[in-house]
């Protein structure tokens, strides 16, 4: 083995260079200036406000809080990512997955023009600044918005790969980007959201190599089997993958992370 090859075999265990950046916690109010449907199953909320002029989201998959109502007055926080946003233009883009009509799902289906939504966050960002021969992101409806930062922030020739669980045809999104993208769709009814095959078996169909990174985001005991299948049954290297529960069947704002 030459010093070129030892290098890389070093590189590869060391994982890549992650950068992390506190930010300071505050909150923001922000008004609603449009929305609209990206799928049937997706609404988006347009915002902005003058609030928004020293927000940073340096992560694709950085999380905000944002506060809404309950039936019963009281408020509730719930986690987000925000799917695009300009400092500059002081805009911010949130997309809401419709199924369960919680109080975050039930405040996107009745916003309109002119009302204004609490905005926390995010605490800080993590991101890799190593450059990746190869990313693979996993995830359901609830991460399609980080899944379309990461694709849509790349730089060029980047080679991406993308396998998502949606219900159907009509949920698939197209992204703006000029990263080498290849997306996998797989359908599965709403109602078996929870289920681990759907991704896993796409997830089976894929070569990775030592210097692929792999992003997982869906319900938690979903994202605990694909975690496990790939570093004890793959041998993935812990440091090339990143893992979260965006969501808990039967619980309310159910995060986790498996990092």
């Not at 506060?67 to 809401?96: C, K, N, W």
């Not at 039930?106 to 002119?114: E, N």
């Not at 959201?193 to 005991?221: F, H, R």
């Amino acid at each position: 083995m030459n010093s070129a090859e030892e290098s890389q075999l070093a590189d590869i265990a060391q994982g890549p260079r992650i950068e992390k950046v506190r930010h300071e916690l505050k909150g923001r109010v922000l008004h609603v200036e449009k929305t609209e449907y990206v799928t049937p199953g997706m609404k988006r909320i347009h915002l902005h406000g003058e609030d928004l002029a020293d927000f940073a989201s340096l992560g694709a998959d950085d999380h905000i809080k944002i506060v809404v109502p309950t039936e019963s007055g009281e408020r509730q926080m719930r986690t987000y990512t925000p799917r695009r946003y300009s400092a500059h233009e002081r805009t911010m883009l949130i997309d809401f997955a419709i199924h369960e009509a919680g109080p975050a799902t039930r405040w996107a289906l009745d916003a309109k023009p002119g009302d204004t939504l609490e905005v926390r966050g995010p605490k800080g960002s993590s991101y890799i600044v190593s450059e990746i021969e190869h990313w693979v992101l996993v995830g359901d409806e609830t991460a399609l918005p980080a899944i379309g930062r990461y694709i849509e922030e790349a730089a060029e020739g980047t080679k991406i790969t993308a396998i998502v669980t949606v219900a159907g045809p009509d949920e698939h999104q197209s992204f703006e980007t000029k990263a080498d993208l290849t997306t996998h769709w797989i359908h599965r009814p709403l109602t078996e959201g929870d289920k681990a095959d759907y991704l896993l078996e796409g997830l089976k169909a894929l070569t990775l190599t030592p210097e692929t990174y792999v992003w997982i985001a869906a319900e938690t005991t979903i994202v605990k089997t694909l975690r496990r299948h790939l570093v004890e049954e793959q041998g993935h290297a812990k440091k090339w993958l990143k893992a979260a529960g965006y969501w808990s069947a039967g619980k309310a704002d159910g995060h986790a992370s498996f990092d």
